[in-house]
């Protein structure tokens, strides 16, 4: 059974710093890999989406991620947080299989500082 | 393009009491998904419709259930409440079961006292 492991329930940055959200995977057959946003008291938004194309995806709001199957990661960057990166933010996977159930992480909640 | 909309947006409900909520998928797309999102449980599969029929349920006891109707339409039935059914419900809809992306509601909070 596929299943995603986020690292980190919080992380913090300073507004224009690196964001860096991780997400390890793991998968009997090629995955896909999705993150999605949650903005408080709101439903999920889609960021991006790995869906064995290219390696590393660009997203929404400057976010991107890469695929690394060696090391079974899809983690989340941005070069520069804004204050309205401030969100929680789930890993998702599911099995390019015909049957789309997606399998959350836990979820990580990025704090940003002025 | 009107987004994954559902309704109500908060339910209060009280033990033992049944609770319905609505979810309209995006104008297209035929399969519609359930997830319970509680607190300290994390995003959990519920149901999945598609084309009128139940084709997968998470691991929920029979208690919740639901429908599709002809124009794609969903509902999530909640019976016998209990109260760490309290969650937000989300709905989200693919164009098809081979579709792979999911886009989301704004979910119903429900509340069971």
């Known amino acids: 059974a596929q299943s995603v492991t986020q690292l980190g329930s919080h992380v913090s940055v300073s507004e224009g710093a690196l964001v860096l959200l991780r997400c390890n995977y793991s998968?009997?057959?090629?995955?896909?890999l999705f993150w999605y946003v949650q903005y408080p008291n709101q439903g999920l938004q889609l960021l991006l989406k790995?869906?064995?194309?290219?390696?590393l995806v660009k997203g929404i709001n400057g976010f991107e991620a890469e695929f690394k199957k060696s090391e079974t990661s899809f983690h989340l960057t941005k070069p520069s947080a804004h204050m309205s990166d401030a969100a929680e933010y789930f890993c998702?996977?599911?099995?390019?299989?015909?049957?789309?159930?997606?399998?959350f992480g836990t979820g990580t909640r990025l704090l940003v500082s002025p | 393009e009107a987004g994954v909309t559902q309704s109500p947006t908060h339910l209060i409900k009280t033990r033992g009491q049944q609770a319905t909520l609505r979810c309209s998928p995006i104008?297209?797309?035929?399969?519609v998904y359930w997830y319970q999102q509680a607190l300290g449980l994390g995003l959990q599969f519920l149901l999945w419709?598609?084309?009128?029929?139940?084709?997968n349920r998470g691991n929920f006891p029979p208690r919740f259930s639901g429908r599709q109707f002809p124009n794609y339409s969903s509902e999530l039935n909640v019976n016998a409440l209990e109260l760490e059914d309290s969650a937000l419900y989300l709905c989200?809809?693919?164009?098809?079961?081979?579709?792979?992306?999911?886009?989301f509601g704004p979910g119903t909070r429900l509340l069971v006292l």
């Open positions: 104008s297209g797309h035929t399969s």
């Open positions: 989200a809809s693919s164009f098809d079961p081979s579709q792979e992306t999911q886009y």
């Open positions: 419709y598609d084309e009128g029929e139940e084709r």
């Open positions: 790995y869906t064995s194309a290219a390696t």
């Open positions: 998702a996977v599911t099995l390019n299989t015909g049957f789309q159930k997606l399998v």
């Open positions: 998968s009997s057959v090629p995955p896909y």
